[in-house]
Structures are given as C-alpha cells and as structure tokens.
C-alpha cells in the first residue's frame, strides 16, 4: 500500500489517478458514533489485478479540507471517471454529497441480484468477499477501531488497503452474474477460460526456473529438467516405481503390519524401517534387480544410488507409522495412515484478469499425520531442487488442488533421494500463502509467453538464474530458437573488455554520454527558470528566480519564495508543475539554506561515463582508499573516503530498475583501477548470480564470490576473525589503525572491502539472519581502524530486513530510487522520503552527515583488468 500523509505527495496522487476511467474508494471515519464525525482516510484502487493491496491508496485527510475539496474537484464532480463504492450513500456524503457524479454502488448491485441468488448470508462488503470471492483471513473488526488516533496501526492500514481490494473483486464478480458484457468495458477483461491448454505443476515449476525451458517444453514437448552434470540416466522413472511399489507393498503385506503390533513403547524406529528394507528388498527390490542387470549390467551402480535412497525414504515412513500408532491400533494404522484417492486432481484458478487456467496434475502419496492431525501430500524426487521457490510453487498447487477436493488444510513433503534423502516440509499455511499471492500472476505470465511466436520482439524472458543454463537439458535448442536474445555471463578473463551495461535499468543504447561538463549540451537553463517562475506565479505563488544549476538527469532551479509566500504551497504544487512544464517525472522541490530548490526532470539525459572521470592508474599504497559515488550538480565527481568514520561502512538501497546492481559496479571497478591487488582484497557476496559474474577470476578476490547463505555466514566470521588478528598485529607494534600499521611495518596490510549484494536474499531463515546479522554490528561497530568495510545492498530495504542493528551500524548511506516512502525512510534515515521519487537508471541520494547530495552514478561500458 502507499500511505500518503504529505499534502504535497497526496495532490500529487490525486492528479495522477483524476486520468483514471474507473476507481474503487472507500472512506474511514473518525469520531463516527459523535455528531462530528471527520473523514480520516480516502482509500483508492486503480489496479484491478491488484489482490494483496500493495498498489492501494491511502490517502490521510484528517482534518485536511482543502485536500478533501482538491479530491472532490478533481475525481467526485468529474463525469467521466466512474467511481465505485460499496456503501455510497454514506461515503459519498463526505466526498461531494450531490456534486458527484458517475457513482456506482456494489451494494445497490447486490440487492438488485438478491442475496437469495446470489447465496450469501448478508450483503456486507466483507461478507460478499469471503463467501462470493473466496478470500481469506477477512479483518471484519477493525473497522470500529479509533481512525481519529495518530500514528495509525499497521493493522489499521491493511484494513483500509484491503477494503479497496474486496470492493474491486466484489464488483466485478456482481457484474459476471448480471452485466457479463460491461466486465470488458470496465475491467479491460473478457470473461471466459483461457484458451490455453491445460496447465501441470510441474510446467509451473519449470516456469519459475526458466521461462523459455517452460515455452520450449510445452510447445515442442522437449525435456524439461534440470539435472546435475554428474547425473545418471533413468534414476528418475526407476525411483518412481520403486517408490510406488514401497508404498503398495506397505498397504497389503501382513510382515510388515505385525512389525506394528508391540506395544508403542516398545517400537524401535531402527529395528523396524531395517524389517521393512528386508522385505522390500527380497519381495520388489531384488526381481527389480536381477532383471535389469540380465537386460543391461551397467544399470547395477544406477540402481545401488537408487536403493540407498530408498532406505531413507523408508524410514521417513516407519518414523509416520510409529508417530500414528500411539493413536491407532496395529490393525488400522496402515490403513489410516495412507490415504486412498484418486491421485489425478484439477482445478480452474482465477487469475487477476478475470480469466480462469486449467491445471492438471497427478501427485504421489498422500497421508494423514494424527500428531497434528492434517493430511500430507508427499512428492517423490530423484535429485535436491535447484530452485527452492520453484519446487515450493509446485507443491503448493498439488496441496491447494486438494484442499478444493477435500475441503480441509493439507501439509507438503519433498523426499529426495540424490546425492543423497533429503526431505523438505511445506505447511498449508506457508502453502496457501503462496498460491494466493503468486500463482494467478505466474500462470497469467505464462499464458502470456505461450501466445509469443518467433520472430516477434518480447519472448519469455531468459532465466534470472544464469548458472542454470550450464545444466539446461535444451542450450543449445534454446541459443537458437532465441537468438540474440540472451547470452549467459562469461567470467572475464584477465585483459579482456567486456561491456557490463544492463539496458533494463541504464537505458536505450543510443543515450548520449556526459563527458566532462563542459561538453554538456547547450540548454538554457535561464529560460527555464523564468518559466518556472510564470508558472507559479500563475497559481498566486510569487518567487524570485536565484539562478540554475545543470546536472546529468535534471535542472536545478534555485527560486526564493516572496515574504508571506510559505514553502509548503510550493512543495504542494509537484504534480501541477509537471504537467504545466511538459515533464516526464515530477520535479523534487526541497528547502535549502536560503532558497528552494526545484529539480525539473532533463528531456535529453545524459550519462555519466565511468571511463571519463576515472583513469585507470595506479595510485600510491598510501593514498587513502576512496570509492566513486557519482556525479555531482557540479559536474564533478564525489567520491567517500573509507577510512572516515562517516562513510567507513555503507547501506545501499534502491528498487529494480534504479541502477542499483550497475552502481555496485562502478563503485567496485573505481577500486580496482587505482588500488592494486597488493593493497587491496574484495570479498564480494552475490545470491542471485548475476551482479558480479564478470568479477570472479580478478586478482583482488579476498575469496572466490560467495552465492549461498552457509558460504556468507563463513565469509562474515573469516572477516571476523581477520579484524581479531589485524587487532593483534597493532596492539604488539603499538598501532591505532591501519594507516599508521602500514607507515611502520615491512609486511604491510591490504584494505578488504565487502560488497554484500541483495542482502534481502538471507533474511528468511531466523538463524542465518541472527548470524549475519551479528556479525555485520561487530564489524560494522569495530572492523573501520582495521581496514575492512562493508558495503551492504538490497532491493527491498524493508524494516523487517535492514533492522536498527543493521542500520545503526552503517554509517554511510546511497539510497538509489525506492518502492516506497518507507523504504526510504529506511535508508536515508528519519522522514527522508525523497528516494522514492527519484528517476532511476543511476539517479541516487548521497547522505553525509546531515547533507544530502542528488548524484548521478557512473556507467561503465567496457572495462579491462589486465
């Protein structure tokens, strides 16, 4: 959600949504049960695919008129945005009254239908959305709640994100049921089942791995899994088989049911599962045996891998039957343990665009636990997964199929067998959770990418896991069926130059460079002051033009407000002025130390070239270690010196498409071209494989690049434990830092700097967030004297994930564009939202102290490290 409490920011948004032709509003009221209530909140949703509330709305008006009147004039009076309450005669009331126009009331609607009809046992808002839209864990209560109290709950805050939410479903599922042809006009939808064929699971989870392996196995039925490069042939349907026949030869062997008859106590989790391998393997696994090595002996080493994988899967089972046993006799805890069902399950899911994908799929076995009483589906695999969230996608959707069957929660399991049993443990809750907020977008996007056709622009994208395509069962299908589309990332080897642009977050190739600022090109930046200046003046706002400043992405125009004339009226008038100058972006209006400052967005922006403002040299041992931030309203470059307390450590935070990963490598290559390996290490920690790939054979490397969490956690206490030693080392040569270490010792130590991308990556497991976590304050608090920096990254530098421990840390702070005003609270510190409203492509926030410099960050187009 956006929770707008500015008045500037919410002018803005309500300009912006007035181009809108449909609008779903809901109003929160204070003091409601008073003979003065007040309107607290106007709630507003644009985008119907929406269903979690993220792209809501709130705007807080609490005792804000003139706000409330700029809503009404802007949105209520106009007849062309229809606008859609549920309740209207008593929200309209406080937006308009009889001046609004084009009201559509989901209330009236229902009532029109009857609730007889429609089979609901009221026709509140939040009744129809449980019971005719099927959402879940419904809030009915805070609604009562205190909307007069500032600060507002975060429960507050879902509550009335979500009320947008169910009002746009409801709606739209009123209109199926009586106005079938209005649902296109109004949803942009069309309402029927998707053409495409039906859907697996399995496709779904070859999807999140990659999306072209997905087009290329559905279109031309080519194999689809991703498999190590040591793997042995026909593991995968032998394992099946022997799975299912394990299962089988359980339900109806009498050996193995008398093995359950001791008394509970007694049963021995070891004795048992070694009985039950014995008869499996004299009944199944032997015949199997003895007739595959007759056909072919070569199988004999494939089937060894298998068998040993069996043993784990039967005392994952034996360990089932055990916990089951305290809760059934011997008799029946077979029987109740293995679920008979039909094991081929299908299920239309609605997806965010009103149609509906048929997916079909067969799953493996499915029990019921009586310790936490719930079924449990259990997915047989050969080899761990490649893609966690991927296998998770997939589970999910057999779990969720079954749950539409059977009408009650059921748990996943993975059993893998190779390299060697694993099993991984999915609860409905966790499962569920995922097949509402993920699957209906991933199977609209995959409807999307069957419909492309070669040679058209934008086929499926290529996966966002490169290492992926080393083990891709269809390279070189896919090199050419795609061509040019995609080429992975090669490792740069030393006195190569490789061009390391990503045109999704710098730009179009033809961009012109800035060079130097004098060969910026010619703008009169005068003539735009002046027409700033008109232009306020024509919403009675009186300045005095103070001159202008040009930099890369925009105009600095420096205006001082006349006595009387206050600051907010002019930070109110953001959207106005973008759409009186013809901008592209609003502009960032700021107070400064005798003036306001008015950034107008530049049509021709330019790009700041990395090789243009760092030479590659050399410099002294003892010249102190700086690194390129960016581009200043000067022209100039700034740069932060990493031995000062102020910017020894840093946090970076900025949204896709903000330029944050092509930051990262300036930054780094502004080391390596003036420090040479001998003073300087990098340890660079990259999860998602694609920031740092031309990096990982320089000479520099502290260690080779970190991609997984043990591996991170490992790196963090090596530097831990290097920040002791260093310690150590100054203590005997009666040393306060490195610098003066260096100046004495014969064996002097090289700086190591950390660049910690996409820290957001580890959060989800509590240990290795505890463990990152504390190492991260003791070198952040402790590792400066020492030499060691961190540089730590992330795209969502949420609350939850950059912590006070993290941030209290991590003095220096580059906040690149956010998603959110929060987010840039988070990383600029206190209310600083200005990131949020930041152009991308490099447009960034540089924080020193209490100074706040707008840089542009540097390019690098080719690079050489020889």
């Not at 079938?180 to 064929?197: L, Q, W």
């Not at 740092?692 to 000479?699: A, G, R, S």
Request: proline share 6%.
């Amino acid at each position: 959600m956006h929770y707008l409490t500015k008045d500037g920011e919410i002018y803005q948004q309500i300009y912006q949504i007035s181009r809108s032709k449909t609008l779903w509003i809901d109003t929160e009221i204070a003091d409601w049960n008073t003979p003065y209530p007040r309107l607290s909140l106007i709630q507003v949703l644009a985008d119907t695919t929406d269903l979690t509330g993220e792209s809501a709305l709130i705007l807080d008006v609490l005792d804000k008129p003139d706000l409330v009147n700029y809503f009404i004039n802007q949105i209520m009076v106009k007849s062309e945005i229809s606008k859609v309450f549920h309740n209207s005669g008593f929200d309209v009331k406080y937006l308009g009254g009889k001046l609004a126009q084009n009201i559509i009331c989901t209330y009236q609607l229902s009532r029109k239908i009857t609730r007889e009809k429609l089979q609901v046992s009221n026709l509140k808002l939040k009744t129809l959305a449980v019971e005719l839209c099927q959402f879940y864990d419904v809030d009915a209560e805070e609604g009562t709640s205190d909307w007069g109290k500032r600060p507002l709950t975060q429960k507050q805050l879902n509550y009335a994100a979500m009320d947008t939410v169910y009002l746009a479903a409801v709606h739209r599922r009123l209109l199926q049921i009586s106005q079938p042809e209005a649902i296109n006009e109004i949803f942009n939808m069309v309402n029927n089942k998707s053409e495409n064929s039906s859907l697996t699971p399995t496709k779904v989870r070859v999807a999140f791995e990659c999306p072209r392996l997905f087009y290329l196995n559905h279109h031309f039925d080519n194999k689809a899994i991703f498999l190590p490069k040591n793997y042995i042939s026909g593991v995968g349907n032998v394992f099946h088989k022997l799975a299912d026949d394990l299962i089988e030869l359980i339900k109806i062997n009498p050996q193995i049911k008398s093995l359950l008859i001791a008394d509970v106590s007694r049963l021995n989790l070891e004795q048992i599962s070694s009985e039950i391998q014995k008869i499996f393997y004299q009944i199944k696994f032997f015949p199997y045996l003895q007739n595959s090595i007759s056909q072919d002996d070569s199988k004999a080493t494939t089937l060894l891998q298998v068998w040993q994988g069996i043993q784990g899967l039967i005392k994952k089972i034996t360990e089932l039957l055990i916990i089951n046993r305290r809760y059934c006799s011997a008799e029946t805890v077979i029987k109740n343990t293995f679920i008979q069902e039909e094991r081929t399950l299908e299920y239309y899911f609605n997806l965010p665009d009103g149609t509906q994908q048929l997916v079909r799929g067969e799953f493996d076995c499915l029990v019921f636990n009586f310790e936490v009483k719930r079924l449990c589906m259990i997915e047989f695999k050969t080899y761990h997964p490649v893609d966690p969230a991927a296998q998770l996608a997939q589970v999910s959707l057999y779990s969720y199929m079954l749950f539409q069957k059977k009408k009650t929660s059921v748990d996943s399991a993975v059993y893998c067998v190779l390299p060697e049993f694993k099993d991984y443990q999915y609860s409905w809750e966790q499962l569920e959770n995922t097949v509402h907020q993920l699957i209906p977008y991933k199977l609209l996007q995959m409807q999307k990418w069957l419909k492309w056709e070669s040679p058209n622009p934008n086929p499926p994208p290529a996966t966002t896991q490169p290492h992926l395509c080393e083990i891709c069962p269809q390279q070189q299908k896919c090199q050419s069926f795609f061509i040019g589309e995609f080429d992975p990332p090669q490792p740069l080897k030393r006195g190569e130059s490789l061009p390391i642009i990503n045109s999704d977050e710098i730009g179009e190739s033809d961009t012109p460079h800035l060079k130097s600022r004098e060969s910026l090109p010619n703008i009169n930046a005068n003539e735009m002051g002046e027409s700033l200046v008109t232009t306020l003046a024509s919403f009675k706002v009186n300045v005095d033009y103070h001159g202008a400043d040009v930099s890369p992405a925009f105009i600095r125009v420096k205006i001082k407000p006349h006595l009387g004339v206050k600051v907010p009226s002019i930070l109110k008038l953001s959207a106005d002025l973008q759409v009186q100058l013809g901008l592209e972006n609003p502009p960032l209006i700021a107070p400064q130390a005798g003036y306001v400052s008015v950034d107008l967005p530049r049509k021709d922006r330019q790009i700041a070239k990395f090789e243009d403002y760092i030479p590659k040299q050399f410099l002294p041992a003892n010249t102190p270690v700086k690194i390129a931030v960016g581009i200043g309203i000067d022209g100039n470059l700034l740069e932060a010196d990493l031995s000062d307390p102020n910017t020894c450590h840093f946090l970076v935070g900025g949204t896709t498409g903000s330029g944050k990963s092509e930051f990262l490598r300036s930054l780094l290559l502004s080391l390596l071209y003036r420090y040479s390996p001998q003073h300087l290490k990098i340890a660079l920690v990259d999860p998602k494989r694609v920031t740092f790939p031309e990096f990982e054979q320089i000479p520099w490397l502290y260690s080779p690049v970190v991609k997984d969490s043990d591996r991170a956690i490992e790196l963090m206490e090596e530097l831990l434990i290097e920040m002791e030693s260093r310690y150590q080392k100054f203590e005997k040569a009666k040393c306060a830092d490195l610098t003066v270490y260096n100046q004495k010792s014969a064996s002097p130590l090289p700086r190591i700097v950390c660049i910690f991308d996409e820290y957001a990556d580890f959060m989800a497991e509590k240990e290795i967030r505890t463990a990152l976590e504390q190492s991260i304050k003791r070198l952040g608090a402790m590792a400066r004297a020492a030499g060691i920096h961190l540089i730590i990254a992330t795209q969502r530098p949420e609350a939850g994930i950059v912590t006070p421990i993290i941030r209290s840390n991590l003095p220096g702070r580059i906040a690149l564009r956010t998603s959110s005003e929060a987010d840039s609270k988070i990383v600029l510190g206190g209310t600083q939202t200005a990131a949020a409203y930041l152009l991308g492509k490099g447009d960034l926030l540089y924080q020193v102290g209490s100074q706040l410099h707008r840089l542009q960050s540097l390019l690098v187009k080719n690079m050489k490290l020889s």
